[in-house]
């Protein structure tokens, strides 16, 4: 799909369980719906927000399916399919079926901390084998390696189906260097939230984005205004999601954004072991965050926050009419 456009917000979906940790798949047709009408760019599917290695393989599938049907082809969706192994990834590409996906985002190989050489080899044997578009995914701090700008630009070069990257290292000269020398068809796109808005002042194109989960309408406004070069339009949006940023890591993602999530009545805020929920302290904050930031009419009020958000999301003080 040379013609392939990911700009934007793409939304990194979590993946709702019920109180009996089963896959809520209610709740996940409800996400789906409510990201794609809130103006998301695309989805990504089965990443890390998704709790994707807690997940097993026919709970993959279903889900895979359930976005698929209910997203109806309207929004482009990529898929998460990376691992540590190269020969089963490979296989994996190889053998499985695509059809409803646009593209594929696999992460640095984790835990093995392959060298550079090892890494490029990697990911040149995913480019070979895999039937959609490539973004590489380098995220040192969960797979213990850091994929570097002199890796990544010659996978970029050397790789046709090699279109982007999201990047998640938080070095900023790292990720200057990769928008500076890239070539024209390779797009790099921001792995963090809170480091969207500058890293689009230096020319990357947008976020894989775990806060657009909740706030697909406000966030998408900030990205969509830094791609029309109205950076200081997306200020403002950007400094009243300061504080949610750091809210929503503090106890690990995807723990910060179901609490949240929960707030806002979409989800229920469960968590698969190894992970749990944030703390109360956590939670507490979140909740109070969430009120300073409506401006609901009477009529919401009597309904309580947690039908605001669906009702009128407009309702954000950060979304100004």
């Not at 698929?68 to 969706?77: K, M, Q, S, T």
Request: proline share 6%.
């Amino acid at each position: 799909m040379a013609d392939l456009q990911l700009k934007g917000l793409g939304v990194a979906l979590v993946t709702p369980f019920k109180t009996d940790k089963s896959v809520d798949y209610e709740a996940l047709r409800n996400m789906v719906e409510y990201v794609v009408t809130g103006s998301a760019d695309y989805i990504v599917v089965l990443g890390t927000t998704g709790e994707t290695p807690t997940l097993f393989p026919e709970e993959k599938a279903q889900i895979r399916q359930t976005i698929i049907e209910v997203n109806a082809g309207r929004i482009p969706l990529v898929l998460g399919v990376g691992g540590n192994n190269t020969q089963a990834v490979v296989n994996e590409l190889l053998n499985n079926d695509y059809s409803g996906f646009d593209a594929i985002l696999s992460v640095v190989p984790y835990y093995n901390k392959p060298s550079q050489e090892g890494i490029y080899q990697h990911y040149k044997a995913i480019a070979s084998a895999s039937p959609l578009p490539v973004i590489l995914y380098n995220v040192p701090g969960r797979t213990g390696v850091n994929m570097t700008a002199s890796t990544t630009l010659s996978l970029a070069r050397d790789c046709e189906n090699i279109i982007g990257v999201k990047e998640a290292s938080g070095n900023f000269a790292q990720i200057e260097e990769i928008i500076k020398n890239k070539p024209d068809r390779f797009e790099v796109i921001s792995g963090d939230d809170s480091i969207t808005y500058p890293l689009m002042t230096l020319g990357a194109v947008g976020v894989i984005s775990v806060i657009g989960n909740a706030f697909p309408v406000q966030f998408g406004k900030m990205v969509r205004l830094c791609l029309e070069g109205k950076f200081q339009e997306a200020l403002p949006i950007h400094w009243e999601f300061n504080e949610l940023f750091n809210l929503l890591f503090v106890d690990g993602n995807p723990a910060g954004v179901k609490c949240t999530l929960n707030a806002l009545g979409l989800i229920q805020n469960e968590l698969r072991l190894p992970l749990v929920p944030t703390r109360m302290s956590t939670n507490e904050k979140i909740h109070k965050l969430l009120k300073s930031l409506y401006t609901p009419s009477p009529e919401e009020l009597e309904k309580g926050m947690r039908k605001n958000l669906m009702t009128n999301p407009n309702s954000i003080k950060i979304l100004p009419e």
